[in-house]
C-alpha cells in the first residue's frame, strides 16, 4: 500500500469538484469539550435512540414521528426509560404514532441503563463522551458497540456526530477516498482498516488542525 496522500492535495481535488464555498458551507462543526459535557443525559439518549430507529429508514419518515416518541418516552428521562416493564414496551407497539420495532424499543430501557452505569462510575454521559480522546474514534465506536444496545456497525458514529463528538464516518464514500487516496486498502467493516483510517486521519489532522469530522467531510467530496 502506498503512503496516505497529504491533505493538500486531497483539499484541493475537493475544492476543484465543489468551489471553495461549496467545501466550507457543508463543513460540521464539532462541539466543544464544554459544550458536550453541558449536554443533558436525556438529550443524548434521544439522539441515541433517534439513530437506532433511523437505521434502515428513510430519515424523514423517523424524524416527523420523533415528538410523539418523546411524548411516549418521557422526554427520554433516564430514569423513567430504564425502569420501562416489558408490559409497557409492548403497550407501545400499539401506538400507530410510533416505529413499532420493539427491540429498538428494548435498546432505549437497555441504553439508558447503560448512562446509569456510567453515573454510578462517577461520570455522566456528556464527560465520558467528552473525555475520549478524539485520536482513537475507532476504539469509542467499539466501547459504546459494548456498552450499548443496537449501535453496531455505523451507527456509533453516526451518534458521535448527532452529538457534536468530533469522529469520521466510516460510509461508502469515506472508504472509496480513503482507498483512491492510499490510506487503506478495503472496506472498512474491518476494523484493521479502520485503525489504518484512524491513523490516516490523525495524520491529516496533525497537518490541517482540522477536526476529524471536517477531514472525513472533504475528503468525501474530493471523489464525488
Known sequence: MRAATGFAEIEAAAIARHGREGV??????????????????????????????RAGLRHS????????????????????????WDERLEELLGDRRLIRHLPKMRAVRG????????????????????????????GLWAELARRFTQLGGNSAPSFLRM???????????????????????????????RLKAQEAFNGWHEETGRPLCQLSQILAMSVG
Open 24 to 53: 466550507e458551507s457543508r463543513l460540521a462543526r464539532p462541539r466543544s469539550e464544554a459544550e458536550l459535557t453541558a449536554m443533558p443525559d436525556d438529550r443524548l439518549l434521544s439522539l441515541m435512540s433517534l439513530r437506532i430507529f
Open 61 to 84: 419518515v423517523v424524524d416527523a414521528r420523533w415528538p410523539a416518541f418523546e411524548e411516549a418516552f418521557g422526554q427520554f428521562d433516564i430514569e423513567r426509560c430504564a425502569g420501562l
Open 111 to 138: 441504553n439508558a441503563r447503560a448512562i446509569l452505569e456510567l453515573r454510578a462510575e462517577g461520570i455522566g454521559f456528556g464527560a465520558w463522551l467528552a473525555g475520549w480522546p478524539s485520536g482513537d474514534a475507532v
Open 163 to 193: 452529538a457534536g463528538k468530533d469522529t469520521f464516518l466510516p460510509t461508502e464514500h469515506v472508504a472509496r477516498a480513503l482507498q483512491h487516496w492510499g490510506a487503506t486498502t478495503g472496506a472498512l467493516g474491518a476494523r484493521a482498516e
